[in-house]
Every structure is written in structure tokens, then in C-alpha cells.
């Protein structure tokens, strides 16, 4: 059974940084895709960033892109996500997960298998 918890969140004033790790356990993780989703209060989950674990490449929405890095340590099975410039629109409980298939939509929810209980960030302005 995959297990993936998350930690790292906080609260954070605006234009700081924070870095969140999901560490993963119940199999090997040398395949599959690790995704980072956010969900603010009466919002839809949405998508945040993706990396594959094989050969590590990465997506990452438009909404953080060039303030937000996803990468992973393999020999530790976990997975980062460095944010930086952090605005308060960036507050949510941010999630990540596993993802089975690499030919799934990355940044669909739906494709992912496996979710971790989420962390809080808060970014005060």
C-alpha cells in the first residue's frame, strides 16, 4: 500500500518561501509520476507541478511558474516542492500524489492513484 506524507507548511508572509517534502513508502518508486495539487476553501483542487520519477522531468502550472520547483530524491523516495515569492493567492492545503501511469494527464486529479492528507500553507500579505 503506497503511503505519501506530506510536511513543510505553514504560515508564511508574502514574498517568502517555504519547502515541502512527500515522502513516499509501499513499493518502489522507479516509475510512476509525483504530483503537487492545492486546495484553497471553496475551490477545486488544482494542479500544481509534476515530476516523473524515472528520468525526473517536471510540469508545472502557469500560475507558479518561474516562483515554484518541483524535484525529487529517489534513494529517500521523496518528492519537493521550493516556493518562492510566495503571494497570498497561494494559500491552500497543498496535496501530493502518485500517479501509476505516466501516459495520464499530469495535471488532472483523476489520474493520480494515491494522496497524501495535505499540509496547510498560509501566506499572510
Known amino acids: 500500500q503506497v503511503h505519501l506524507v506530506e510536511s513543510g507548511g505553514g504560515l508564511v508572509q508574502a514574498g517568502g518561501s517555504l519547502r515541502l517534502s512527500c515522502a513516499a513508502s509501499g513499493r518502489t518508486f522507479g516509475s510512476g509520476r509525483m504530483g503537487w495539487f492545492r486546495q484553497a476553501p471553496g475551490k477545486e483542487r488544482e494542479f500544481v507541478a509534476a515530476?516523473?520519477?524515472?528520468?525526473?522531468?517536471?510540469n508545472v502550472a502557469n500560475s507558479v511558474k518561474g516562483r515554484f520547483t518541483v524535484s525529487r530524491d529517489n534513494a529517500k523516495n521523496t518528492v519537493y516542492l521550493e516556493m518562492n515569492s510566495l503571494k497570498p493567492d497561494d494559500t491552500a492545503v497543498y496535496y501530493c500524489?502518485?500517479?501509476?501511469?505516466?501516459?495520464?494527464?499530469?495535471?488532472?486529479?483523476?489520474?493520480?492513484?494515491?494522496w497524501g492528507q495535505g499540509t496547510q500553507v498560509t501566506v499572510s500579505s
Open positions: 500524489a502518485f500517479c501509476n501511469n505516466i501516459y495520464r494527464d499530469y495535471s488532472s486529479s483523476r489520474s493520480y492513484d494515491h
Open positions: 515530476i516523473r520519477w524515472s528520468g525526473g522531468s517536471t
